[in-house]
């Protein structure tokens, strides 16, 4: 027996030359059967094609939206959520007014829109969901497993909320409100008018903490006590609907969207009309809109802009990123960006009008100013405005609307979160998507354990963990997240490739995105990762200082520092998935690390429907692992091969 030579390189086939004496093929420790003519497992090495397309991810094709409008409506509906309603006119008004209106939108056109782009892009061009997306650059994979963290917390704490909203909404079909003082069980809370008002709580406060939330019982984090069955059953009917709304993917949620993200701006055309006639209206728009010129110079009022723009867009959870990866590969994803963009903002501006004319009624009859009927959060939802509907002639119709109007803001958000986990899971797990049972039964897992941990936000102390999981969840983890997906696409994958890529999406480019793409360049190398490092350190130095609290329960030191561990959870992912990429190649440290920044050669093999890059795409595959092949002269004499396969 002679010897033959071998050699072994990373992700090629080598052929060696031997001697017939030996007739085996080896193959990772494999040895195939010695007839060529049978049909085993050696017939792919003996006639194998000049290039190993990946079959396995074309077995199931990927759905796509039934049309443009589908994902325009879902994207809105996903960024125009609660955030729009009850965060930005409270922050418009305690910083400074309409000066907020200078820091936002900077912020806006600065960070918002250039990462929005960025999201919507790499999931139009991939053609894929938060995790396998990266193989655009697989070291910053773990961006992907953060964004299913954030999105999990995400929709762990916001179904609570369409929860809160059902219960309202059961509620406004009785006449009287049960929250007005028209109710008897309200006598005793407004009969007396000559006391003490501002130590007296209203209607809508004892309803709000007793009958909803019952943290009157609860003494803090370390005593949730038992759930509210009331609740819990709000919040199975909405997790129902959601498991309902998404179990043929975007074929049903993106027909549920039509109605969904059209109906609130239906409804607060009509409650802008309403609170324009009444009495004190002017009063609220004033109070909303005064500038106070000498906010500019604090760090919050930026820090506040920033947070709203991440808040009300959904940057960084992966929500936008799996909605564009069912688009058509040429969508102009440079017009959906602007149209979505400031679409949500100005919806913002125009909800505050409905918000404060009203509250601007509320304060005229009671007589005291707006800015001690205003709230933020929930308290702005769930109390100020239930007490100032309940003011209004018809105010049973009028708190019909507003609940479901706050209903379909909240689904079509949650819609979004949900698909960013789900597209995720499918991708990794693609024979999910052409088995309709295991789809199934995987959808109502996920939404069980939902509600199952859901439970814990509506026991009586509920709202305490609600607080912490809001404040940490959407924090300083995501703006990491955010700032390492703007890093890595600019300098590790490239920018000008990544722009080359959009300018490849949209074919016949037209001269306006050209020239906007040389803005979203500069935005994405200096401006945005700049304005991100700010944020991240003014939230680093406001989390140290101030304490967290709900009314006027302070949170405990074990609380804080469970909160901070939820959003380290979220953007410690990044370095513990890249240590995972740079340990599975080969070679010295710097040699590792470019190779685990090189995108992987699958990675434009996804569009199949884009007919300019039939060259491209018939390159051989990366394979990420070496392995050794051991050819005879036997195997050349006794197989015919293709011309093409030397390459």
Known sequence: MQDFETKTVPGNTILANGTAQQNSVHLNGHNPAHTVTSPTPQRQFEARPPTPVPIPEAQVPREQWGGKYEFLLSCIG????????????????????????????????????????????????????????????????????????????????????????????????????????????????????????????????????????????????????????????????????????????????????????????????????????????????????????????????????ASQIFYSLGIGVGGLLSMASYNKFDNNVIRDTLIITIGNCSTSFFAGFAIFSILGHMAWRKGVPVGKVADTGPGLAFVAYPEALALLPGSVFWSIIFFLMLFMLGIDTLFGNMEGITTAVLDEFPQLRGNMKQKTMFLGALC?????????????????????????????????????????????????????????????????????????????????????LFILTYIFIEMYNTSLHYGSYVYPRWGKALGVCMGATCCLQILIWAIVAISKESGTLKERFHKAIRPLNSWRANNLNSTGRAEEQVEPERVEAPFTVTLTDMDFTAMTWEAGSEA
């Not at 406004?172 to 130590?199: E, I, K, R």
């Not at 819990?232 to 049903?252: D, E, P, T, V």
């Not at 909303?288 to 506040?304: E, I």
């Open 78 to 305: 996903y960024c125009v959520g609660l955030g729009n309603v009850w965060r930005f006119p409270y922050l418009c008004y305690r910083n400074g007014g309409g000066v907020f209106l200078i820091p936002y939108f900077i912020m806006l056109f600065f960070t918002g829109v250039p990462l929005f782009l960025m999201e919507l892009s790499l999931g139009q061009y991939g053609a894929a969901g938060p995790i396998t997306v990266w193989k655009c650059c697989p070291l910053l994979k773990g961006i992907g497993i953060g964004m299913l963290c954030v999105s999990t917390l995400v929709c762990l704490y916001y179904n609570v909320i369409i929860a809160w909203t059902f219960y309202y909404l059961g509620s406004s079909f009785q006449s009287p409100l049960p929250w007005s003082c028209d109710a008897a069980a309200n006598a005793a809370l407004c009969g007396n008018s000559t006391g003490n008002s501002s130590s007296r709580l209203s209607p809508t406060e004892v309803f709000w903490n007793e009958r909803v939330l019952g943290v009157v019982n609860s003494e803090g984090l370390h005593d949730p006590g038992p759930v509210r069955w009331p609740l819990a059953l709000s919040l199975l009917a909405a997790w129902i609907i959601i498991f309902f709304c998404m179990l043929k993917g975007i074929r049903s949620s993106g027909k549920v969207v039509y109605v969904t993200a059209t109906f609130p701006y239906f409804v607060l055309l009509v409650l802008v009309i309403k609170g324009a006639t009444l009495e004190g209206s002017l009063q609220g728009v004033a109070f909303y809109l005064t500038p106070d010129w000498n906010r500019l110079a604090s760090a919050q009022v930026w820090n506040d802009a």
């Open 448 to 532: 069980f354990s939902f509600y199952l941990m859901g439970l814990l936000l509506i026991t009586d102390g509920g709202i305490y963990w609600f607080t912490l999981i809001d404040s940490f969840s959407t924090s300083f983890g995501l703006i990491i997240i955010a700032l390492f997906m703007c890093i890595g696409i600019s300098f590790f994958y490239g920018v000008n490739q990544f722009c080359q890529d959009i300018i490849d999406m949209i074919c016949h480019c037209p001269p306006w995105c050209s020239k906007l793409l040389i803005y979203f360049k500069a935005c994405w190398v200096f401006f945005t990762p700049f304005l991100l």
